[in-house]
């Protein structure tokens, strides 16, 4: 948990994305810390970076299970009554029903690079991503970070997104529920979306939302460009949410 002295707007809750974990955010929560002076709060999902392992895949509907039952008990243990919800790339998928399930206590969702459904081209990326694991050290990289859960947390990324089960998942139905206003970042080139994916977001959320398009950007605004995301996000947070 990192923090900013002052008075105590609400936390901003960190969700990460498909291999990542509390560690792979690096200096990042520090810096949004500092940029929004609020408390920026992340925590590992199950099976994840130094919680404790599953032996299940995660369902289909994994997505709206985090925003159901581990969310609120992250937030619960940690006396958190008001927040920001944030995510990376499926976290970011998690915030939003997270918004929208909670949304008397959620005050605003940011996005980065989130998915709203599984496009092909998003499938196309996971299973290049996947391809790059038969070397043996690309697993004892992700082993760094996850321990001897590694193996897991890459399969429950591959198997569930490529599963035929996942063809149907969308937050379409979801967006219409979140109330708070919305900041979706993406990058024009991210190699896991399409730009459609954020205007999706706007198409389809029930609270006012700008887009920002990050040009010549991947899948990870806030390393590629971690000053910008730490201004888009603060001047939102802290000024006039006006949708664009």
């Known amino acids: 948990m990192a923090g900013s002295a002052g008075s105590a707007p609400p936390p901003i809750v960190l969700l990460h994305d498909s291999l990542g974990c509390v560690e792979l955010w690096r200096d990042f929560p520090a810096a949004l810390a500092q940029a929004t002076r609020r408390t920026v709060v992340a925590y590992d999902r199950p099976g994840f970076g130094r919680s404790d392992p599953r032996a299940d895949l995660p369902s289909p509907d994994f997505v709206a299970e ?68 038969r070397d043996p050290a690309q697993l004892e990289r992700l082993a760094k970070y996850h321990g001897d859960k590694a193996s897991w947390v890459l399969a429950a990324w591959v198997e569930t997104w490529l599963s035929p089960d996942f063809d149907a998942w969308s937050l379409t139905g979801v967006l219409p529920r ?43 605004p806030h390393r590629e460009r971690m000053d910008e995301v730490l201004r888009l996000v603060a001047a939102f947070l802290s000024g006039p949410r006006s949708p664009r």
């Open 66 to 133: 985090e925003a159901a039952d581990v969310f609120p008990a992250v937030c619960e243990q940690l006396g958190i009554s008001a927040f920001v919800a944030m995510g990376h790339s499926v976290g970011g998928c998690m915030a939003i029903p997270c918004a929208a399930l909670h949304a008397e206590h959620c005050e605003a969702l940011v996005t980065l690079a989130a998915q709203v459904y599984a496009e092909d081209r998003t499938r196309a990326g996971i299973r290049a991503a996947s391809a790059s694991f």
């Open 178 to 220: 979140v109330r708070c206003p919305v900041l979706a970042i993406h990058g024009d080139q991210d190699e896991y979306g399409s730009t459609i994916h954020p205007e999706l977001i706007r198409r389809h959320s029930g609270g006012p939302t700008r887009i920002e398009l990050m040009p010549g950007v991947g899948h990870f």
